[in-house]
């Protein structure tokens, strides 16, 4: 067992390796541990697509399927977590995965089979945002918002010599002033992991507790594959993060414990929740102080400016959503066409079309994609096509929520009816008096 708390051996032939992802002296301590022990699998904490784009491929998307099955927000969420990631690396003078990178490469020189162990990125990202709540999504977005302009470190790459490497985020120290020398230690990442399930624990269910369970369980099926194949267990060396590696050792010493991966792979099925309840509320109430409106004795000439007031209001706020986006006219002519319609159904988007619409345009690549994550600058990002298209359908959404409500309460300001009318209303139209 190294020195590093978070590395040793669990059985005869599993050997854990903690790391930090953007810690020099992880990539040197992968390399020395798959040196000593000269495993037939190095086995790393990446799926398929994180894989291919540590090693620069580059795969092909659809914009289409992008918008329909995440949720602008949580693409952004994971572009800023990314963004915020490198960044912290290029404070230290390494680029995050480099110890994955270091893993891979020693595991080619040496001839053993790689093994990717993780649980496909899209999937824990899903699961990561539809286990947090409301408010946790905001704090989170808003706290990576604030690192963007205010990651700092004590020096590039070399400031750590003396072991008093830091980092800042905004006014606070990551880990509330811990040496970064010490973050794969075993009571540091406890501290840390505390701290994240203190700040979300929704997150912290999909990005730990899950995740080790599925890495867990893609240890033992190497195990258990070599076994049916009448082969000798095959020595493994598993390089994961270090925030991992408590609950991997105690999975696999309970493998009872460890869900079917299908359950842990689950996607999300698409709830009707509160938001959609209160979508569906606004619409219903929409349409049912129309119908009053209009038994009440209301003229025509009142009707048609209400309704032109609730096209307009909801058209305008989308359409400045686009606008701040910097979109293309024909999405911005878009949110402000479907804004009053999506505003009645919680099924459809405005953003969702405003998206279509300015992907038609821009025609983004999966090179944007990789792009986006590797912009060093605002301005930088602005002009990808493909942040335009995502930023495009978030605040147009952001838009045409606020546009509902506004519209909503002038809507009725302008019928300037009652509940008392309301029901009169109602009972004229279901009883005829």
């Known amino acids: 067992m190294s020195e590093n708390d978070a590395t040793g051996a669990i059985t005869d032939n599993i050997i854990l390796v903690g790391t930090g992802h953007i810690l020099e002296k992880s990539v040197k301590e992968v390399e020395a541990v798959i040196d000593r022990e000269n495993p037939d699998v190095v086995a790393v904490e990446l799926c398929e697509a994180r894989y291919k784009s540590l090693k620069g491929e580059v795969e092909n998307f659809s914009v289409k399927d992008t918008l329909s099955t995440s949720s602008p927000f949580l693409i952004l969420t994971h572009w800023l977590l990314a963004y915020v990631q490198r960044k912290m690396g290029d404070e230290l003078g390494i680029e995050p995965g480099a110890d994955m990178m270091a893993a891979i490469g020693k595991a080619e020189e040496k001839g053993c089979k790689i093994a990717l162990i993780d649980r496909p990125i899209q999937i824990t990202m899903q699961r990561f945002w539809k286990q947090m709540k409301f408010f946790e999504k905001l704090k989170m977005v808003f706290s990576m918002l604030f690192a963007i302009t205010n990651i700092r470190g ?76 009448n082969l000798e267990q095959l020595k493994t060396v598993a390089v994961v993060g270090a925030g991992h590696v408590a609950g991997i050792k105690n999975l696999l010493r309970h493998p009872e414990l460890i869900p079917p991966k299908e359950e842990l792979c689950a996607l999300p099925k698409k709830r009707f929740g509160i938001k959609h309840l209160l979508g569906l509320g606004i619409g219903v109430a929409l349409v049912v102080v129309f119908i009053a409106a209009f038994y009440s004795g209301i003229s025509w000439d009142v009707l048609l400016s ?117 029901w009169t209303g109602m009972r004229i139209a279901i009883f005829g008096q």
């Open 154 to 229: 004590e020096g590039k790459g070399g400031a750590g010599k003396e072991g008093a490497q830091k980092l800042q985020i905004g006014g606070m120290t990551v880990g509330d002033g811990i040496d970064l020398d010490r973050i794969t230690d075993e009571d540091v990442v406890t501290q840390l992991m505390e701290e994240l399930r203190e700040f979300s624990p929704g997150a912290a269910t999909a990005l730990l507790d899950e995740r080790d369970a599925y890495i867990a369980g893609s240890l033992l099926e190497l195990q258990h594959h070599s076994l049916t194949n």
């Open 306 to 422: 209400a309704f032109l007031y609730w096209v307009v209001i909801n058209g305008v706020f989308a359409a400045i959503g686009a606008v701040i986006a910097r979109g293309h006219p024909l999405s911005v002519l878009t949110a402000f066409s479907v804004a009053w319609l999506t505003s009645l159904n919680p099924l459809l988007a405005a953003g969702w079309f405003a998206g279509l619409v300015e992907a038609y345009v821009r025609k983004p690549t999966a090179e944007d994609l990789k792009g986006m994550m590797n912009v060093d600058s605002l301005r930088e990002l602005a002009n990808n096509k493909l942040f335009k298209v995502i930023l495009v359908a978030a605040l147009v959404n952001l838009g045409s929520i606020v546009g509902t409500f506004v519209g909503a309460y002038v809507v009725w300001r302008v019928l300037g009816i009652s509940m008392a009318d309301v």
